[in-house]
């Protein structure tokens, strides 16, 4: 499965942002669907993740309260709503797969480009 994530743009800090990652849940596996960053000079991490089929969340500490991952079966789009965007927000943005809870990049597949996101402040 091919994802493909898009809605990056610029932003003011403090501003909002809704990315959306399209082709995910084309699958009888029960996957879980990751939101990546990778800012200039750093590691790939993972953002939040979600759980297909049972919707279960998970969010790194630097996001929590901020971003909101959600999921739309009809349409097979994962998408992560950013509220009060931060400059050290600023990244590439990806989605990818995995077919178990993994919170390592590693583990995860079907990458897509990414998506750039600008805070500026």
């Known amino acids: 499965v091919q994802l493909q994530a898009s809605g990056g743009g610029l932003v003011q800090a403090g501003g909002s942002l809704r990315l959306s990652c399209a082709g995910a849940?084309?699958?009888?596996?029960?996957?879980?669907m990751g939101w990546f960053r990778q800012a200039p000079g750093k590691e790939r991490s993972l953002v939040a993740r979600i759980r297909w089929r049972e919707g279960t969340k998970y969010y790194a500490d630097s996001v929590k309260g901020r971003f909101t991952i959600s999921r739309d079966g009809v349409k097979n789009t994962v998408y992560l709503q950013m509220n009060s965007l931060k400059p050290e927000d600023t990244a590439v943005y990806y989605c990818a797969a995995s077919t178990w809870g993994s919170l390592k990049v590693v583990d995860y597949h079907s990458w897509g480009q990414g998506t750039l996101v600008t805070v500026s402040s």
């Open positions: 849940g084309r699958t009888t596996a029960d996957v879980f």
